[in-house]
């Protein structure tokens, strides 16, 4: 089974091929094609190669949805002067079906 590591959106991500996974909005619509080309690793059984920094590979996608994630509250209060702030974020994510490593 190959196992690689990507980056993308400014985290590094372990992919096998068939996996799902959410990572960092793309502008991409549904359905659409998707390459990673900072590929940092690949293992395939005992054989592994690195990259310094990226190897020459591709890593291809197709993106299934775009969507939100779950909202969290964001609290801000300082003590002794009435301040009190609270504010939810939801994080937009692209989810990815890795198709082919390499």
Known sequence: MKLAVIKTGGKQ???AEGDKLKIEKLVLETG???NFEEV???ADGEKVSVGTPNLG???SGKVLAQG???KIMVEKYKPKVRYHKVYGHRQ???EVLIEKIG
């Open 13 to 15: 991500y372990k992919v």
């Open 40 to 42: 940092l690793l690949v």
């Open 57 to 59: 590979v591709k890593v």
């Open 32 to 34: 659409a094609n998707v």
């Open 92 to 94: 937009p994510f692209t």
């Open 68 to 70: 939100k994630g779950a």
